[in-house]
T-cell receptor, first 117, second 113 residues
């Protein structure tokens, strides 16, 4: 199946700094990618839909100025957590679908464990 | 709009026993349904998917699920549980190819020796 690579797999940062997480589709071009957040022992909550070449679509309650999403190419989307605070500590997961196989599942990155201290 | 409901946040079965994880869906269009498994601190791995072909879907690791439109269900089963099956399982749905995938709350499967 298709591969989605997410980097870094874990990061620790100081409160007030910004952190960038990358999501790459390695063997297909993804016009749309999705960013999820997962709290411990909970389900995945969709944060936003990342659209190549245009602005991301954020879910209700997600601060767009806090979680900056850029989808500059068909294989790369980035999520930047700006001015991170301890409550932003979470597991972030990206996913993408191969548009040439429209009834296939979404492929997920390995996830990024963010810890803000 | 689509949604899924997973019944039971925790399920415990004995090794060798039948595994049954329940999922009911709601969708305004013919749904695509998925089961994913997640091991601690890892991403999601697809177990199986239903995309309007055969209603009984076979997946990896001996899992299978049956799409029942009349019951709006897509329950996941495995005849004989193995210790390595202990993980978090998510049922998911979406209706269109560019649409977001919506996840259920997840069911943690515990395998008893």
């Amino acid at each position: 199946g298709a591969v989605v690579s997410q980097h870094p797999s874990w990061v620790i940062c100081k409160s007030g700094t910004s952190v960038k997480i990358e999501c790459r589709s390695l063997d297909f071009q993804a016009t749309t990618m999705f960013w999820y957040r997962q709290f411990p022992k909970q389900s995945l909550m969709l944060m936003a839909t990342s659209n190549e070449g245009s602005k991301a679509t954020y879910e209700q309650g997600v601060e767009k100025d806090k979680f900056l999403i850029n989808h500059a190419s068909l294989t790369l989307s980035t999520l930047t957590v700006t001015s991170a605070h301890p409550e932003d500590s979470s597991f972030y997961i990206c996913s993408a679908r191969d548009p040439t196989h429209w009834n296939t599942e979404a492929f997920f990155g390995q996830g990024t464990r963010l810890t803000v201290v | 709009a689509q949604s899924v409901t997973q019944l039971g946040s925790h399920v415990s079965v004995s090794e060798g026993a039948l595994v049954l994880l329940r999922c009911n869906y709601s969708s305004s269009v013919p749904p695509y349904l998925f089961w994913y498994v997640q091991y601690p601190n890892q991403g999601l791995q697809l177990l199986l998917k239903y995309t309007s072909a055969a209603t009984l879907v076979k997946g990896i690791n001996g899992f299978e699920a049956e799409f029942k439109k009349s019951e709006t269900s897509f329950h996941l089963t495995k005849p004989s549980a193995h210790m390595s099956d202990a993980a978090e399982y998510f049922c998911a749905v979406n209706g269109n190819r560019d649409d977001k995938i919506i996840f259920g709350k997840g069911t943690r499967l515990h395998i008893l020796p």
